[in-house]
């Protein structure tokens, strides 16, 4: 199986996933946000499968700008636009690379992270999704040596971690802040959404 192929069934695992979580993301989104996440995720994904199947990716690149363009224009909220450049700065950092390497895929999920912080302005502590991606880059970065799989393995884990951290947070960005110190004792749907989007891509690799 080609990267291109791998990276398909990842984007089908991660649709899986919000698919699986929506009621969860919806809920957790209920305490302190718009109360949609979990739907929003849920649909831009499904958008995302239609846009790939309708569509002739070549590299693991396109793959990635597909979804990108489709949480852009299907997911409402903050989460759409953060989503959408995470995916495509991704992209960008994979362009070129037709098999990426583990140490390419770090650089993406970086990238993906500089695109996040840059969007939402936000730095860890924040209580948003870089509570998450923050802790997952540092872990892709120090298992670069065990291959790709391995590698999102622990980034999946650092991001559930960083998600779990989020809960005693007072949220300083989004409509989460709005709550002042009553965001406290709640997760983080973002944080959330992005250790189970990490996790489902690291079971599809684990997989192939």
């Given at each position: 199986?080609?990267?291109?192929?791998?990276?398909?069934?990842?984007?089908?695992?991660?649709?899986?996933?919000?698919?699986?979580?929506?009621?969860?993301?919806?809920?957790?989104?209920?305490?302190?946000?718009?109360?949609?996440?979990?739907?929003?995720?849920?649909?831009?994904?499904?958008?995302?499968?239609?846009r790939?199947?309708?569509?002739?990716?070549?590299?693991p690149?396109?793959?990635?700008?597909?979804?990108?363009?489709?949480?852009?224009?299907?997911?409402?909220?903050?989460?759409?636009?953060?989503?959408?450049?995470?995916?495509?700065?991704?992209?960008?950092?994979?362009?070129?690379?037709?098999?990426?390497?583990?140490?390419?895929?770090?650089?993406?999920?970086?990238?993906?992270?500089?695109?996040?912080?840059?969007?939402?302005?936000?730095?860890?502590?924040?209580?948003?999704?870089?509570?998450?991606?923050?802790?997952?880059v540092?872990?892709?970065?120090?298992?670069?040596g065990?291959?790709?799989?391995?590698?999102?393995?622990?980034?999946?884990?650092a991001?559930?971690?960083?998600?779990?951290?989020?809960?005693?947070?007072?949220?300083?960005?989004?409509?989460?802040?709005?709550?002042?110190?009553?965001?406290?004792?709640?997760?983080?749907p973002?944080?959330?959404?992005?250790?189970?989007?990490?996790?489902?891509?690291?079971?599809?690799?684990?997989?192939?």
């Amino acid at each position: 199986m080609d990267a291109t192929e791998k990276t398909l069934g990842v984007v089908r695992e991660m649709a899986a996933a919000m698919e699986e979580h929506r009621a969860e993301l919806t809920q957790l989104d209920s305490a302190i946000g718009d109360g949609d996440h979990g739907t929003n995720m849920h649909r831009g994904f499904q958008a995302a499968l239609e846009r790939l199947e309708t569509s002739e990716p070549s590299t693991p690149a396109d793959v990635l700008k597909a979804v990108s363009m489709a949480l852009v224009s299907r997911v409402g909220g903050a989460a759409g636009p953060l989503y959408g450049t995470a995916f495509l700065r991704a992209s960008s950092a994979l362009s070129g690379r037709e098999e990426p390497s583990a140490a390419d895929v770090a650089a993406a999920l970086e990238a993906a992270l500089q695109g996040v912080k840059q969007r939402g302005r936000a730095e860890p502590g924040d209580k948003t999704m870089v509570d998450a991606l923050e802790p997952a880059v540092r872990a892709a970065r120090g298992a670069e040596g065990e291959g790709i799989a391995a590698m999102l393995r622990a980034a999946a884990e650092a991001a559930r971690e960083g998600a779990e951290a989020t809960v005693p947070l007072t949220a300083r960005k989004g409509r989460a802040s709005y709550l002042g110190d009553r965001s406290a004792g709640h997760k983080d749907p973002g944080a959330a959404s992005t250790a189970y989007l990490l996790a489902a891509a690291a079971r599809a690799l684990e997989g192939s």
